[in-house]
Each structure stands twice: as structure tokens, then as C-alpha cells.
């Protein structure tokens, strides 16, 4: 009898633990999802309506890390700037806290989404207005601004494939994943930026597999070269200058892959936002004779430049 107690009792205390730990942990997070990298918008109550000869009026602009670069590993080679523009200089003054018209932003306050912060960084950048004399018999004067996001931004996409060494072998075994007529068309969800890969056809010859992957900007920005981030975008680009996506790594499982077209560290060329490239990884390096599955990774990165319009109207000086 006293044996059975104690084995209840040891039966409850596994319970408890167990039950304490699966209360402890977190459910798993997909942050590589959706189509956007740094979005720009205005809290409620952003002044819409000031007046000749006001100083510093201030206007709160809020910008957010909807992707999923930079992770915190990668903070030193995020770069981006916020920028103003659409105005008359000769009526309108306007410069962000540190008196300029552009403003580096900081990659520690935007930090990409992650398995533990599901909606990414955020700050709000404070742009300074203030207003001189309207020109003479005019009331008003009501100018579009422009506002400006540059940045450098990188996307990883990882869908996983079929690997099989023998696809042509006639011996009769059962597979983890197949390829009918030595090839398949893989689909692939956003990946957490506004640039990534939406499919991977694979292709097997008797010597190598070929991976032709797609790729579009899905957002409604401009793709620009990335070395252009911290020029002025109200002065336009090159139309050379635009469309580039460049590869930076593509792996199958922990293996690099042989060769690609255009090759590792060259751009892709975007055209009407839709780019192509592909690579080949040679049969003779798998180091199996079984099929299996496993990820092919591939990390793109360029830079993005995407623009926000916002109305205000300056009114002539009320006299008393």
C-alpha cells in the first residue's frame, strides 16, 4: 500500500513538471511572411492645417519594420534613411530633429520581425515646418509632401525540396518524395520583404539538377541599386540604376551550390517587377543514394526606395 502511494505521488510531481514546462514555452513563430519592409505612416492628431510664420511646427511620422530583416545579428548591415521633399523652399522650411532634410534611421529600433517580436520595430521621426510669408494677395497655400523611405533590405526564402540521387532507377523501393517526369514546380509564400521568390522549378538530367527560381517585387515601391540608399530620392534615379536584385547566397541544405546565371554576388534584372535566374548543383556531390527532402535557401538582397504623399494647408496670418 505504502509502495503505491509513493508511486502516485512520483506519477503526480512527472505531471506537474511536464505541464510546468509546456506552460513555459512559446508557441513557434513563421516571421518570414508578407510583402513589406519598412512602411511610413502619421499617428492621429498629425496637424494638417498651420499658418504664415509658424516655427517648428512638429509632425510625428511613424515608420515600421513589417519584414523580417535585419535579425538581431544582422543590425550592421541594415542601412536606411527617411527623407522630405514636395514643398516651396521659399515659403516652406522643413528638416527632420537634426536639420537636415533626410534622417539616417536607426537598426536598433528596427529590428525585424522575429520569432519573439511578431510585429517588428518601430520609431517615430519628429519633421520640423515652419512657414515664412505667403506671397502677397495669397491666403493659402496648400503643398503635397513627399516623404521618402531608402533602405537596404535582404530576404531569405527556404522551401523545401526533393532530392533523389537515383531518379531513373528501376529498382522497386518506396520514397520519402519523388519527381514525375524528372522535374517539379515548387510554390513559395512571401518571405518577409518587399522583394522575394514566388517559385522553384526544379529540373534533374542523369549529371545535375537545375533550380530556375522567380522572382518579383510584390511591393509598390521602386528596387534601386543599393549603393544609391543614401542619395537624395527627390533628385530620381538613373533608369539603369533601377531593377537590380542581387544574389547573395543559394544553398541546398549546408551545401553551396555549384553555379548560377547570374552568379552568386551579380544582379538579377527585373523586368515589369519580375525577375528570373537559375542554378545547378551536379549529382556527383550528393552524398547519398537515398531520396530525401531538404531546404534550399536563397538570400537576395537590394535596395528599395518607396514614397508617401501628405496634404496640409498653411493659412495667411490671422491679424487682430
Known amino acids: 500500500m505504502r509502495k503505491t502511494h509513493i508511486i502516485i505521488l512520483l506519477v503526480i510531481a512527472i505531471l506537474l513538471v511536464s505541464c510546468s514546462k509546456n506552460a513555459n514555452q512559446k508557441p513557434s513563430i513563421d516571421y518570414r511572411t508578407g510583402t513589406q519592409g519598412l512602411v511610413l505612416s502619421f499617428p492621429n492628431g498629425v496637424p494638417l492645417q498651420i499658418y504664415e510664420n509658424d516655427v517648428d511646427v512638429r509632425i510625428p511620422v511613424q515608420i515600421e519594420n513589417k519584414g523580417a530583416f535585419p535579425q538581431f545579428d544582422e543590425l550592421s548591415y541594415f542601412t536606411g534613411y527617411i527623407w522630405i521633399g514636395g514643398y516651396d523652399p521659399n515659403i516652406v522650411g522643413a528638416h527632420f530633429d537634426q536639420g537636415?532634410?533626410?534622417?539616417?534611421?536607426?537598426?536598433?529600433?528596427?529590428?525585424?520581425?522575429?520569432?519573439?517580436?511578431?510585429?517588428?520595430?518601430?520609431?517615430?521621426?519628429?519633421?520640423?515646418?515652419?512657414?515664412?510669408?505667403?506671397?502677397?494677395?495669397?491666403?493659402?497655400?496648400?503643398?503635397?509632401?513627399?516623404?521618402?523611405?531608402?533602405?537596404?533590405?535582404?530576404?531569405?526564402?527556404?522551401?523545401?525540396?526533393?532530392?533523389?540521387?537515383?531518379?531513373?532507377?528501376?529498382?522497386?523501393?518506396?520514397?520519402?518524395?519523388?519527381?514525375?517526369?524528372?522535374?517539379?514546380?515548387?510554390?513559395?509564400?512571401?518571405?518577409?520583404?518587399?522583394?522575394?521568390?514566388?517559385?522553384?522549378?526544379?529540373?534533374?538530367?542523369?549529371?545535375?539538377?537545375?533550380?530556375?527560381?522567380?522572382?518579383?517585387?510584390?511591393?509598390?515601391?521602386?528596387?534601386?541599386?543599393?549603393?544609391?540608399?543614401?542619395?537624395?530620392?527627390?533628385?530620381?534615379?538613373?533608369?539603369?540604376?533601377?531593377?537590380?536584385?542581387?544574389?547573395?547566397?543559394?544553398?541546398?541544405?549546408?551545401?553551396?551550390?555549384?553555379?548560377?546565371?547570374p552568379d552568386i554576388g551579380e544582379a538579377v534584372d527585373l523586368y515589369q517587377g519580375v525577375g528570373h535566374f537559375q542554378c545547378t548543383v551536379s549529382m556527383a556531390s550528393i552524398g547519398s543514394a537515398q531520396a530525401y527532402t531538404t531546404p534550399l535557401t536563397v538570400t537576395l538582397s537590394y535596395g528599395y526606395a518607396e514614397s508617401q504623399f501628405r496634404n496640409i494647408k498653411i493659412l495667411e496670418a490671422i491679424q487682430i
Open 100 to 261: 537636415d532634410v533626410w534622417k539616417q534611421l536607426d537598426p536598433e529600433v528596427l529590428e525585424g520581425k522575429t520569432a519573439f517580436n511578431a510585429q517588428g520595430g518601430v520609431t517615430v521621426e519628429d519633421l520640423l515646418i515652419s512657414v515664412g510669408d505667403l506671397p502677397t494677395g495669397t491666403t493659402s497655400y496648400q503643398p503635397q509632401l513627399i516623404f521618402y523611405l531608402t533602405y537596404l533590405y535582404k530576404t531569405i526564402a527556404s522551401p523545401t525540396i526533393c532530392v533523389d540521387p537515383q531518379p531513373r532507377s528501376i529498382n522497386v523501393k518506396d520514397k520519402v518524395c519523388s519527381l514525375p517526369d524528372f522535374q517539379k514546380s515548387y510554390p513559395v509564400a512571401a518571405q518577409g520583404g518587399p522583394v522575394g521568390v514566388t517559385g522553384v522549378q526544379q529540373v534533374q538530367t542523369s549529371t545535375q539538377m537545375i533550380f530556375k527560381f522567380d522572382i518579383q517585387n510584390f511591393g509598390i515601391g521602386q528596387v534601386i541599386e543599393k549603393d544609391l540608399i543614401d542619395q537624395n530620392p527627390n533628385e530620381g534615379y538613373d533608369w539603369r540604376d533601377l531593377n537590380k536584385v542581387y544574389i547573395e547566397d543559394v544553398r541546398l541544405g549546408d551545401q553551396t551550390v555549384d553555379k548560377c546565371k
